[in-house]
């Protein structure tokens, strides 16, 4: 043991050194290290949020929407088919994942069949005795569409957000249906909080002449028609006004191409200025083209924004919406039409947002823990074991470094509780060599000469240091696997501090120890 | 230079002899946290109750009182407010909102717009119903599956008396861990289980190096009566567990007093933990090997281990 090949001697050196040359990047400021050539090593340790301040927000893409409209928009088509083919029908409706009806005159329930099972091939039609028709959603297609969603949500959010102009943020998916964002220097994410909470389908549709929103509000809604409140617009009694719309949409927002704020050049109010797609276009001026004096309405997530009348017929394929907005709210709006609308709505399961002054707080208490840590540790460690000591407090600077350069190229995120998990490893990490100095001292106790006594020293106490290192590595390993967010940032730190200070322990400081012995040639030792 | 001794060589502090008071005092120890759990129960904080806790810093000294009316006002349940390190620094929970996940940022908006904007928000969070049932689900899968992967680690490099001596200490470590947290109505939160995890990986770490002198000494000292040989080991190893004790609490208490108000809970439980960890290997985990029948003196693993050992 007290034997170092040469090739071990450059192999530790070496691993000190690229240490040293991959931590040093964290010296410079982020703009010095990324103007640093590409060969030289120029990652930095990235911080966590709580360190660096930001937002993090878990989303849950509600998916049971998705077939609840699926379903809803299956009982329509069923409704509309039937009723063409005038065949008589009751108790249309949901149950479960299918849609059911019973066709009345058994004798027509095959020719219904026919009809209705074209109209979703996703779903497995089913005629039973009685004229029972049922049109279940396979699993398989339930899940596909599901899986789809959350796919278009993540990319729909990945929109709005890159719109507001935050820097780096990190949208992914969690589980099934679940979407983490985390959103660097956001500290007040109410807005995104209010963009992402929006499903944002807009839609236009013509108003119900027919009948008057009073009349339909005591029970009477039109079966082509529903009503609908406005969002911002206040009615009688200072309830929300309420619109009888039809339900047949006349230009979808999907077929949006284009959206922005702007100010209305005549009432100085805020508006929206929006522009159609060729199809959508075409649709828009067909429509407003045969229904001029009427008006229509501007839904969006089931809400009435404005109810304009058509003056004239639309053919650019451009509109202004003037609705009740502020500034900020005309901005949203065009920023949410800009993105898409989401396929289902998000709910914010976990919010939690750190303002800059809390994390740069919290950096300085961590820096000043582990400096006064680390020098208490190292004055201890001289005077237990004197020089001996010294050599170990070498071990441990170098382990500090090696940990910044393996936290640097793994772009591990340095969190709070991680600097917790560094200092900790600073008084851990010399237990290595407190065993082995104590088991120098037991050998020279009975009588061994100084090179035998570090031999057997070193020898004996190696099990003893793995064992007791594989253990915590064990309890380290686990909590990364369930811990979440900032904890997980401590197992990290620990586990890579436990790696890093095997290696510090028993390689480098032998190493300094063998030199210093085959050196000096010392007839005692001093420990 | 020599160094300094801190335990002197020839130390034989009998610790096996008193074995008798140590398992009384644990047993005390172990029965009160359990009392104390089920009776005063823990405060748990919004990682596994769910609810809000937002941390706010006032220009000047903050009206606490005063935020308190405001806040009640609003009819979002419990509201609790608190000094948080400085008098301009103010921690304020919510319960839990009724309503499910949507009326949770829906409270936070409330608070928010009550506060108005003269205040910084230092750190704003909530958990809903579903996130902190998973949390807490996962804190209890993380401790118990770290205990049973390391008693079967233990078990695979030592004797299974070991692995449940060493369990038990560190079964022991956890349940007054919990205890002392229910008794001073600390916030037990996501962090705290780190801390128990680490606990574990420091508490078992100490009694593997003891552990490891029982088995090098069985090897060594067949005729040896075991409750000599197992005070022999912790007397040999006693400097070595005392210097690395030191090593970590000091580190600790740096952090503790200066790594901010943040992880102070988690640097408590941590100082609590190397304290009580030290003390069960010691105390617990090595005594318990005289009545688990180690090694089988006269045959068995000890003898084939000294077998291996003889060339």
Redesign the interface.
């Known amino acids: 043991m007290v034997y170092f090949a040469k090739w071990k001697v450059v192999l530790v050196l070496a691993i000190c050194a690229l240490g040293l040359l991959l931590a040093a990047p964290n010296l410079l400021s982020r703009k010095q290290a990324d103007a640093l050539p590409s060969w030289l090593p120029h990652q930095q340790i990235s911080l966590g949020l709580?360190l660096q301040g930001g937002s993090h927000l878990?989303l849950?893409v509600e998916v049971e929407t998705v077939l609840r409209e699926r379903l809803e928009s299956l009982v329509d088509s069923v409704r509309i088919a039937l009723r063409k083919a005038r065949i008589r029908y009751s108790g249309l409706g949901v149950d479960g994942n299918a849609v059911v009806v019973t066709v009345k005159e058994v004798s027509r329930a095959e020719e219904a069949f026919q009809l209705v099972r074209s109209l979703d091939s996703d779903t497995t039609p089913e005629l039973a005795d009685g004229g029972r028709l049922r049109l279940a959603f396979s699993e398989q297609s339930i899940r596909d569409r599901a899986i789809a969603a959350v796919e278009q949500s993540i990319e729909i959010v990945r929109r709005r957000i890159d719109e507001t102009g935050v820097r780096e943020p990190t949208i992914q998916r969690q589980g099934d249906d679940r979407i983490l964002v985390q959103l660097p220097g956001v500290?007040?994410p109410?807005r995104i909080?209010r963009l992402l909470?929006k499903t944002a389908k807009m839609a236009f549709h013509l108003l119900d002449p027919g009948t008057t929103p009073e009349q339909a509000m005591t029970g009477r809604v039109p079966a082509g028609s529903r009503l609908l409140p406005a969002a911002d617009e206040l009615g009688p009694g200072g309830r929300p006004r309420m619109y009888l719309v039809r339900k047949k949409v006349m230009v979808s927002g999907e077929n949006l191409i284009n959206a922005s704020p702007g100010v209305d050049q005549r009432s100085n109010q805020p508006v929206v200025n929006f522009r159609f797609n060729a199809v959508g276009g075409k649709r828009f001026g067909d429509v407003t083209k045969s229904n001029v004096g009427r008006p229509f309405a501007i839904v969006l997530d089931g809400k009435v924004i404005s109810a304009p009348v058509i003056r004239e017929p639309i053919l650019r394929g451009e509109g202004q919406i003037s609705g009740y907005f502020t500034l900020q709210s005309a901005q949203d709006l065009a920023l949410l039409l800009r993105a898409g609308a989401l396929p289902a709505p998000l709910?914010?399961?976990?919010?939690?947002?750190?303002?800059p002054?809390?994390g740069a707080?919290?950096i300085a208490?961590?820096k000043?823990?582990?400096i006064?840590?680390?020098i208490?540790?190292v004055v201890?460690?001289v005077?237990?074991?004197?020089?001996?000591?010294a050599m170990a407090d070498v071990a441990l600077l170098a382990n500090m470094i090696l940990i910044a350069a393996a936290l640097s190229v793994l772009q591990a995120t340095l969190t709070?509780?991680g600097?917790?998990g560094i200092?900790?490893t600073?008084?851990?990490a010399?237990?290595a060599n407190?065993?082995v100095?104590?088991r120098i001292?037991?050998e020279v106790?009975i009588g061994r000469t100084p090179i035998s006594a570090i031999d057997a020293g070193y020898k004996?106490a190696i099990?003893?240091i793995i064992?007791?290192?594989?253990?915590?590595?064990?309890?380290?390993l686990?909590?990364y696997?369930?811990?979440?967010?900032?904890?997980r940032g401590?197992?990290v730190t620990?586990s890579i501090g436990i790696a890093c200070s095997m290696f510090t322990a028993i390689m480098l400081t032998r190493l300094l120890v063998v030199t210093w012995l085959r050196r000096f040639r010392p007839q005692t030792l001093?420990? | 230079m020599r160094g300094l001794h801190l335990i002197p060589a020839d130390a034989d502090l009998q610790f096996i002899s008193r074995r008798m008071i140590f398992f009384v005092f644990s047993g005390f120890l172990v029965l009160a946290s359990v009392g104390l759990f089920g009776a005063k129960g823990m405060s748990y904080g919004i990682d596994f109750k769910g609810g809000i806790m937002i941390d706010i810093r006032t220009d000047g000294p903050a009206d606490i009182a005063a935020m308190r009316g405001t806040l009640s006002g609003l009819g979002l349940g419990e509201v609790s407010l608190q000094e948080f390190g400085a008098p301009d620094d103010v921690l304020i929970r919510l319960q839990k909102q009724e309503g499910g996940e949507k009326a949770q940022a829906a409270a936070v908006d409330k608070v928010k717009a009550a506060l108005g904007q003269g205040v910084e928000y230092r750190r704003t969070e909530f958990v809903g119903p579903k996130v902190s049932d998973e949390l807490f689900w996962d804190g209890v899968m993380a401790v118990t599956f770290a205990i049973a992967a390391i008693l079967v680690y233990i078990w695979f490099r030592f004797e299974w008396q070991f692995g449940l001596g060493a369990v038990v200490a560190l079964v022991h470590d956890v349940f007054t861990t919990i205890g002392l947290f229910a008794l001073l109505g600390m916030e037990f939160n996501l962090s705290t289980v780190a801390a128990i995890l680490t606990i574990a990986g420091y508490s078992i770490n100490d009694t593997v190096v003891v552990y490891d002198r029982v088995r090098e000494n069985l090897r060594k000292f067949k005729t040896m009566p075991m409750e000599k040989l197992l005070n022999n080991s912790v007397n040999e190893t006693l400097s070595r567990t005392v210097v690395t004790s030191i090593t970590t609490l000091l580190a600790l208490l740096a952090l503790y007093f200066l790594g901010g108000e943040v992880i102070r809970g988690f640097s408590f439980a941590m100082i609590w933990g190397v304290v009580i960890g030290t003390y069960s290997s010691i105390c617990l985990a090595v005594p318990l090997l005289l009545y688990l029948n180690v090694g089988q003196r006269g045959g068995g693993k000890a003898q084939e281990a000294a077998t291996e050992q003889a060339p």
């Open positions: 709580d878990l849950e500290d007040d109410e909080k909470g709910t914010i399961l976990e919010e939690r947002s750190v303002g002054g809390l707080d919290s208490a961590g000043l823990a582990s006064i840590g680390l208490l540790v201890f460690m005077v237990v074991y004197g020089r001996f000591g709070l509780p600097i917790a200092v900790l600073i008084g851990m010399v237990d407190v065993l100095f104590e001292r037991e106790r004996r099990t003893t064992d007791a290192n594989v253990t915590t590595l064990i309890a380290a686990l909590l696997q369930f811990g979440s967010g900032p904890v401590f197992a620990l001093p420990i």
